[in-house]
T-cell receptor, first 112, second 110 residues
Framework: NAGVTQTPKFQVLKTGQSMTLQCAQD?????MYWYRQDPGMGLRLIYYSASEGTTDKGEVPNGYNVSRLNKREFSLRLESAAPSQTSVYFC???????????FGEGSRLTVL | QKEVEQDPGPLSVPEGAIVSLNCTYS??????FMWYRQYSRKGPELLMYTYSSGNKEDGRFTAQVDKSSKYISLFIRDSQPSDSATYLCAMEGSNYKLTFGKGTLLTVNP
């Protein structure tokens, strides 16, 4: 039982390059989330999808786009990476209320 | 004032100590209160989930909520080296989105 799977686990980009972080969950959860975690800043919500077919902005959406491909998959895209986007990115899912979030292991992104 | 305030520590205690972790909040709309534990280079995992004011106990862990003071706590009894992690408080209002504290790094020394 994999839970929430994120790929890639590590990535180094140059400024201006684009990339997509992939996330898949096998728990039949309705809601999915993308967070970033930075030292001294805690976890901040980038985008979320309350159900298949819907997406909404979180606290820090600028520079990112998302796609809820189906109920299982929720991807995060950086169109033109900036050094300020160097961070650890976490995908999470929840069945009903958001309290019980299940997190992936994280994707460490460095933008040079 | 930030919505959720949490002392980042670090906090270092000897094995067997009682640990107290705390968060304060300003948003009266928060209804659900959680504590997550995050081991180094791992994703957070839910540790405790509470709704009402009062105490909730689970083994060595006790979560306490005081809505009148807008204050939540997590107590760890008989702390173990395996409890060494970052502890994040989190709160949910009516919009189904969580607001996290910045996390407190705890080290339990053998």
């Amino acid at each position: 039982n994999a839970g929430v799977t994120q790929t890639p686990k590590f990535q180094v980009l140059k400024t201006g390059q684009s990339m997509t972080l992939q996330c898949a969950q096998d728990m039949n959860h309705n809601s999915m989330y993308w967070y970033r975690q930075d030292p001294g800043m805690g976890l901040r919500l980038i985008y979320y999808s309350a159900s298949e077919g819907t997406t909404d902005k979180g606290e820090v959406p600028n520079g990112y786009n998302v796609s809820r491909l189906n109920k299982r998959e929720f991807s995060l895209r950086l169109e033109s990476a900036a050094p300020s986007q160097t961070s650890v990115y976490f995908c999470a899912s929840a069945a009903l209320r958001t309290g019980e979030l299940f997190f992936g292991e994280g994707s460490r992104l460095t933008v040079l | 004032q930030k919505e959720v305030e949490q002392d980042p520590g670090p906090l270092s205690v000897p094995e067997g100590a009682i640990v107290s972790l705390n968060c304060t909040y300003s948003n009266s709309a928060f209804q659900y209160f959680m504590w997550y534990r995050q081991y180094s280079r791992k994703g957070p995992e839910l540790l405790m989930y509470t709704y009402s004011s009062g105490n909730k106990e689970d083994g060595r862990f006790t979560a306490q909520v005081d809505k009148s003071s807008k204050y939540i706590s997590l107590f760890i009894r008989d702390s173990q080296p395996s409890d060494s992690a970052t502890y994040l408080c989190a709160m949910e209002g009516s919009n189904y989105k969580l607001t996290f504290g910045k996390g407190t790094l705890l080290t339990v020394n053998p």
